[in-house]
């Protein structure tokens, strides 16, 4: 059974992405494509409407590698460098008339605020992208058009409260450590497609482990398909960590596209 929610990964890789530099470790020179990992972001199409959920520095090559002329919205699960750091190339998005208001909770619009000072003077000079930012809180939906609308739910990044997000029932959640016990409430039973963070094998003080993350998978219970992001290269290749996973649970890689 499928959707009518096309999720395509745009990265999925950990903060310094896959191969990192000056590393040599056999998933960093792997030849597999599926072992290229940039950073963690997903691209999210229904109904001729296109959300992105994360804008990290790689934006720029992830939106010419899937042909993204126009977004309808972005959303920011936090302020981490990794997650939004690409925000200046947006650019391209939002010239000639076209629009895109970026949602995020009001510490991560402080942030961005903070980090670029030279979009929000009040004489910017030409060019600065124009930043349509807006106000996301948790457990409080926001409509993209009728029959798309995102909610946006309360994970737990090491101490540091960010955003997953639930489209219907479709849950995208990635650099989660721990899940609040009423957003636990809201995804079982609620949940048919999961994509969740498991960042390597060992234990680690702010992301889920592979482990972590399989518990968190069983515990919420999709009746669908799960598929794992945010990878760091310590975890291993696509087919190592293929190899590890329950029936039902997938290694997700740069450019998968599925149906939710």
């Not at 990992?37 to 997903?42: I, K």
């Not at 030409?126 to 609308?149: M, N, Q, R, Y």
């Amino acid at each position: 059974m499928t959707g009518d929610l096309s999720v395509t990964f745009l990265g999925t890789g950990t903060s310094t992405g896959v191969p990192e530099i000056g590393c040599h470790c056999k998933t960093c020179v792997s030849s597999d494509p599926r072992d290229k990992r940039l950073r963690a972001s997903v691209l999210l199409r229904k109904g001729g409407h296109r959300v992105v959920i994360d804008c990290g520095p790689d934006f720029r090559e992830q939106m010419i590698r899937e042909d993204v002329g126009s977004l309808d919205a972005l959303f920011i699960t936090h302020e981490h460098y990794d997650h939004l750091g690409g925000l200046d190339d947006m650019r391209p998005l939002i010239r000639h008339g076209l629009s895109c208001p970026i949602y995020a909770e009001d510490n991560v619009i402080h942030a961005i605020r903070t980090r670029l000072p030279y979009v929000f003077i009040a004489h910017p000079y030409p060019g600065v992208p124009h930043l349509d930012l807006h106000s996301a809180s948790p457990f409080v939906p926001i409509e993209i058009a009728p029959d798309f609308v995102i909610e946006p739910i309360r994970v737990t990044h090491g101490r540091l409260p960010i955003l997953g997000f639930k489209i219907g029932d479709f849950v995208y959640i990635t650099d989660a450590k721990t899940l609040p016990p009423e957003t636990m409430s809201v995804l079982r039973g609620h949940t048919r497609t999961l994509v969740l963070n498991a960042l390597r094998i060992e234990p680690h003080p702010t992301h889920l482990s592979l482990s972590e993350a399989l518990d968190v998978r069983a515990s919420i219970a999709p009746t669908d398909e799960t598929y794992f992001t945010h990878f760091a290269h310590s975890f291993g290749t696509h087919e190592e960590i293929t190899a590890m996973l329950p029936p039902h649970v997938h290694a997700g890689y740069d450019g998968l596209t599925f149906w939710a």
